[in-house]
């Protein structure tokens, strides 16, 4: 990337980074290396590339854009946002141990609980919206802090410049998951994290047609241990792939800021509606997160919670109802999604402190007119109350 790049603005750097026209042909978008090796001018003389595992153009790209926009040295790009995940954990070792945020997402928390903690890493659940709490339970021993802002499925804040003061002088490092955020709303590394992940699934991507994920952070030593294993794993998204995200990204600042119109006046809608019980959204004022939220990210994004009046077989009903919202896992496209968290995205926590309530409904508000998706809601409140 262009020290000239990086004087310019987020929507600049968003479009441009990593992104210079092909020398080649001149193409102003980057094109897709669709090749799995690349010719060496001699024995032991690969140049930048050699095999499609360890490094492609177009993934560069997409590495140099996602460190700049987050003002990290460094990025890695992977297959998935939990194959990132599985990635940080190997700067872990047996009789190390990791406070997990209680609100985490239901693989992050399945991927430590049952996979990671047969292999002698311990764990310990907190909610992160309290510092103190944070405090008790960090350890000797403890070498990872994992905190979402905002969290899934509840929209906890996380004061993650007060965690990183918290640490300043423990051997911990502090791993942020800033998928609901999106690094146009939020940068963790400006307020003392140590590294970020992004599900690139989610809203860098934008469109629903990709999976991918993303670490960067600034330390060289991590970098290369993440680097040596991301490389002796194969855990690397293809080039289409990686291109999906790069297309994805130079609309990203436009969607945010529509996703985020969207979400708050939806949120303000379901807070009056005689059938919801509670909603969870850090733009609402009476949200316990909301000055922290106001305070370390540029606005709140376009994920909403909420309870409804009832149980089970009402909030289901809700979620059939909808006609814009479309009934689906994942989150962050253009397009609007609800869905039951404790019979969708969080089954694989069902029976742990995870487990969330069976009235729980959850949204991705996405770019649609407002009209049509405060009419959809209401519509699917009132045939669900019935």
């Not at 999976?211 to 991590?222: A, E, L, Q, R, S």
């Not at 409904?361 to 109350?385: P, Q, Y």
Request: net charge negative; hydrophobic share 40%.
């Amino acid at each position: 990337m262009t020290a000239d790049w990086q004087k310019t603005a987020f929507e600049t750097r968003a479009i441009h980074v990593g992104q210079e026209p092909d020398p080649t042909t001149g193409a102003i978008t980057t094109p897709i290396y669709q090749t799995s090796t690349f010719v060496q001018q001699g024995v032991g003389e690969h140049g930048a590339y050699e095999y499609g595992r360890t490094h492609n153009p177009t993934r560069t790209a997409l590495q140099d854009v996602v460190a700049s926009l987050e003002g990290a040295a460094w990025g890695l790009a992977y297959a998935s946002g939990l194959a990132g995940t599985q990635n940080i954990s190997y700067l872990l070792a047996p009789g190390d141990h990791i406070v997990l945020s209680d609100d985490a997402y239901g693989g992050t928390h399945r991927f430590v609980a049952k996979v990671i903690s047969r292999y002698g890493i311990d764990y310990t659940l907190v909610d992160m919206s309290d510092l103190e709490a944070i405090r008790t339970a960090i350890r000797p021993e403890t070498r990872l802090i994992w905190a979402e802002s905002p969290t899934n499925p509840y929209l906890k804040i996380v004061d993650i410049r007060g965690v990183a003061n918290l640490i300043r002088d423990h051997p911990a490092i502090l791993a942020v998951d800033n998928t609901f955020a999106s690094p146009y709303l939020q940068n963790p590394l400006a307020l003392g994290a140590d590294l970020v992940l992004h599900s690139s699934t989610k809203y860098l991507g934008g469109h629903a047609d990709v999976v991918g994920g993303v670490v960067v952070g600034n330390d060289p030593d991590i970098y290369e241990v993440l680097k040596f294993h991301q490389n002796a794993g194969g855990a690397v998204p293809g080039p289409f792939d990686c291109w999906l995200v790069l297309r994805g990204i130079k609309t990203l600042p436009v969607r945010m800021e529509r996703h985020s119109r969207n979400a708050i006046a939806v949120a303000e809608f379901l807070h009056e509606h005689p059938g919801v019980k509670q909603v969870f959204y850090p733009g609402l004022p009476d949200h316990p997160g909301h000055a922290i939220a106001a305070r370390q990210m540029r606005d709140f994004s376009g994920m909403v919670s909420f309870t409804v009046r009832g149980d089970f077989q009402t909030a289901a009903e809700v979620a059939r109802q909808t006609k814009v919202f479309q009934l689906a896992v994942s989150l962050g496209g253009v397009e609007s999604l609800i869905e039951h968290p404790g019979q969708m995205t969080h089954m694989s926590v069902a029976g742990s402190a995870l487990e969330v309530p069976d009235s729980l409904v959850r949204l991705s508000v996405g770019i649609e007119d407002v009209e049509d998706l405060l009419d959809d809601l209401r519509s699917a409140l009132d045939r669900a109350a019935g």
